[in-house]
């Protein structure tokens, strides 16, 4: 069994950036777990739609931090905002 995601990210949960256009992406979060050589927490992730669409990856927890701006879900055909980070201002560029 995996250990527990940090800061309210979930196994399972959808994530988006926020970005517009051809820059927007939803990530379904597939686990966490630590670099072998260095012991950096990982994120391993698969693209569900956007630029992200079709591709597996991973990356340090720091680095999914500044990419994701919050949770969605699938209502139908559109991803809208939910959970926790739904009600969450946006953060200042």
């Known amino acids: 069994m995996s250990p ?6 979930r196994a399972g949960a959808y994530y988006s950036n926020g970005a517009y256009g051809r820059s927007w992406g939803v990530r379904q979060v597939i686990g966490y777990g630590h670099d072998a050589q260095t012991g ?24 999914f931090h500044k990419w994701v701006r919050y949770e969605v879900a699938l209502n139908e055909n559109s991803w809208q905002r939910s959970g926790a980070m739904a009600d969450s201002p946006e953060p200042e560029s």
């Open 40 to 63: 950096a927490e990982i994120i391993h992730f698969k693209g569900i739609a956007g630029v992200c669409r079709r591709k597996d990856g991973q990356c340090s927890l720091g680095e």
């Open 4 to 9: 527990p995601l940090p800061l309210d990210l």
